[in-house]
């Protein structure tokens, strides 16, 4: 485009002309931009837009932002929200890029410590639900179902909260009664720990380990690992308020319902 043919912008700097690249968000961008309809927005308008866009990933998400929705999303864009599809729950156990392919049923005796698995979280928000599937019930006993925050080396780390499940009946069962607010943040990775209350022999659903992804790290290429135990807790305790990842397990992988 040659000089004397650009049209002046007449809304996106003027807009935008008193924040800094290194704290204007998407949020203002897309505030911009979305009261102008394509047909009525002129070619330098949307240059304008664009340049902002990409000057702001420069600046403040180092370019990894291209590959992210809005500087921040994630692999969660791919995935369709709920809304207006009548579904009311996130299953994050069958939900990619941890899942497997085939749902089984699991004997809930292994989970004497918490053992945690990776989920990429669906939606932004607080949680107002976690829930399992039961197959098969052990009256009196429950499932603690905890969500960490992950560290600098990708494992989990700090408890946001936990849900104490009871085992005593079948089918879909939803603890609204967490022990704390749990925000999450839509294309960030999370962990969700599953541990039990006492002996139990009950059942849940999961899926089969054996169509699992390995979470990657192990001392043998033979061996698979799916999820961490924090074997420094004693045995039957409640989720810990940080958790230490030390011990690789090969177990199925629960299926855990999140409702926001």
């Given at each position: 485009?040659?000089?004397?043919?650009?049209?002046p912008?007449?809304?996106?700097?003027?807009?935008l002309?008193?924040?800094?690249?290194?704290?204007v968000?998407?949020?203002?961008?897309?505030?911009?931009?979305?009261p102008?309809?394509?047909?009525d927005?002129?070619e330098?308008e949307?240059?304008?837009?664009?340049?902002?866009?990409?000057?702001?990933?420069?600046?403040?998400?180092?370019?990894?932002?291209?590959?992210?929705?809005?500087?921040?999303?994630?692999?969660?864009e791919m995935?369709?929200?709920?809304?207006s599809?009548?579904?009311?729950?996130?299953?994050?156990?069958?939900?990619p890029?941890?899942n497997?392919?085939?749902?089984?049923?699991?004997?809930?005796?292994?989970?004497?410590?918490?053992?945690?698995?990776?989920?990429i979280?669906p939606?932004?928000?607080?949680?107002?639900?976690?829930?399992?599937?039961?197959?098969?019930?052990?009256a009196?006993?429950s499932?603690y179902?905890?969500?960490?925050?992950?560290?600098?080396?990708?494992l989990?780390e700090?408890?946001?909260?936990y849900?104490?499940?009871s085992?005593?009946?079948?089918g879909?069962?939803?603890?609204?009664?967490?022990?704390d607010?749990?925000?999450?943040?839509?294309?960030q990775?999370?962990?969700?720990?599953?541990?039990?209350?006492?002996?139990?022999?009950?059942?849940i659903?999961?899926?089969?380990?054996?169509?699992?992804?390995a979470?990657?790290?192990?001392?043998?290429?033979?061996?698979?690992?799916?999820?961490?135990?924090?074997?420094?807790?004693?045995?039957?305790a409640v989720p810990?308020s940080t958790?230490?990842?030390n011990?690789?397990e090969?177990?199925?992988?629960?299926?855990i319902?999140?409702?926001?």
């Amino acid at each position: 485009m040659r000089a004397e043919d650009r049209k002046p912008s007449k809304r996106v700097f003027p807009l935008l002309q008193n924040l800094d690249l290194d704290n204007v968000t998407f949020d203002q961008v897309q505030g911009v931009g979305d009261p102008i309809s394509i047909e009525d927005m002129n070619e330098q308008e949307m240059v304008d837009l664009i340049i902002v866009n990409l000057a702001r990933l420069a600046v403040a998400g180092e370019w990894t932002g291209l590959l992210e929705a809005g500087g921040g999303g994630g692999f969660a864009e791919m995935l369709p929200l709920i809304g207006s599809t009548g579904a009311d729950q996130y299953d994050v156990g069958n939900t990619p890029a941890w899942n497997g392919s085939v749902n089984t049923n699991k004997n809930v005796t292994v989970f004497t410590k918490p053992c945690a698995f990776p989920f990429i979280s669906p939606a932004s928000g607080a949680l107002s639900a976690i829930g399992i599937q039961v197959s098969n019930n052990s009256a009196g006993d429950s499932l603690y179902v905890g969500i960490y925050s992950q560290d600098s080396n990708y494992l989990p780390e700090t408890l946001l909260g936990y849900a104490t499940i009871s085992l005593g009946s079948t089918g879909e069962i939803y603890q609204t009664s967490l022990s704390d607010t749990i925000t999450l943040t839509a294309g960030q990775q999370y962990w969700f720990s599953v541990g039990l209350d006492q002996s139990s022999s009950a059942w849940i659903t999961a899926n089969a380990y054996q169509y699992l992804p390995a979470i990657g790290i192990t001392a043998v290429l033979a061996t698979r690992h799916f999820c961490i135990t924090d074997d420094s807790e004693g045995t039957y305790a409640v989720p810990p308020s940080t958790f230490t990842p030390n011990k690789l397990e090969s177990e199925d992988r629960p299926l855990i319902g999140l409702k926001f």
